[in-house]
């Protein structure tokens, strides 16, 4: 089964806050939960207002690196590519291996690496 994971951009802030199963509630009421037990598929996620939710696709980088919604990616072949969640799957990631990919940035602190291509 895929650990479920999320965490959240707050642009006041200009920082994530990772949002898991053993956050509780957090300050400025960030938590996340699964209602009903463990195997439930009823989800809670606290956050604040303005925050952009990312999940975490259930695959690490080529360096063992968590990678989530958002982030930006280069590939073995030198291109860079941001994932996104579309038709049900995680694009470009659901289709190749975790030595494809390593994660360079994301698009909230890093957008100048998309500026390159």
């Not at 994971?5 to 300050?27: C, H, I, P, T």
């Not at 579309?86 to 659901?94: A, K, L, N, Q, T």
Request: charged share 25%.
């Amino acid at each position: 089964m895929r650990e479920i994971k999320f965490r959240a951009w707050n642009s006041v802030l200009n920082e994530y806050r990772k949002l898991d199963m053993n956050s509780g509630k957090q300050n400025l009421g960030m938590g996340f939960e699964v209602m009903g037990g463990i195997n439930s598929n009823i989800t809670t996620i606290y956050h604040s207002v303005g925050d952009v939710i990312e999940q975490y696709t259930g695959l690490k980088d080529k360096n063992g690196v968590d990678i989530y919604e958002n982030d930006i990616l280069k590939s073995v072949g030198g291109n860079t590519e941001v994932v996104i969640y579309i038709d049900g799957r995680f694009e470009p990631v659901c289709w190749y291996d975790e030595e494809t990919y390593e994660v360079i940035g994301n698009i909230h602190e890093n957008p100048e690496l998309l500026e390159a291509d």
